[in-house]
Nanobody, 120 residues
């Protein structure tokens, strides 16, 4: 079955950096675009970064543009989010995600979530 297992995250001071990773299994990782989302309690989950199958195109939410970098390793089936110059407003639970086709239907899968706290 499809599994997305996240690692990384934690507590960092403003201006610091963190790296999130997402190890995928159970499907052809190289055949699907991938995304990172984040969610603050009481707010909707929002997509902050996405990457195409080959990694050649990335798209970012304005709030993270220029500070976060999404990348992928199709050999290791791993998605990464490099977060630099972190701000307190980046505090959230972060999720990797993929939409996988099963026959005629599509299903969105989520990682387990990783807490990121940016605080002095």
């Amino acid at each position: 079955q499809v599994q997305l297992v996240q690692s990384g995250g934690g507590v960092v001071q403003p201006g610091g950096s963190l790296t999130l990773s997402c190890l995928a299994s159970g499907y052809n990782f190289a055949a699907y675009g991938m995304s990172w989302y984040r969610q603050v309690p009481g707010q909707e989950r929002e997509r902050i970064a996405e990457i195409t199958v080959g990694g050649g195109y990335q798209n970012y939410h304005d709030s993270v543009k220029g500070r976060f970098t999404i990348s992928r390793d199709n050999v290791k089936s791993t998605l990464t989010l490099q977060m630099d110059n972190l701000k307190p407003e980046d505090t959230a639970v972060y999720y990797c995600s993929v939409v996988v086709q099963h026959y005629q239907s599509f299903h969105r899968y989520w990682g387990q979530g990783t807490q990121v706290n940016v605080s002095s």
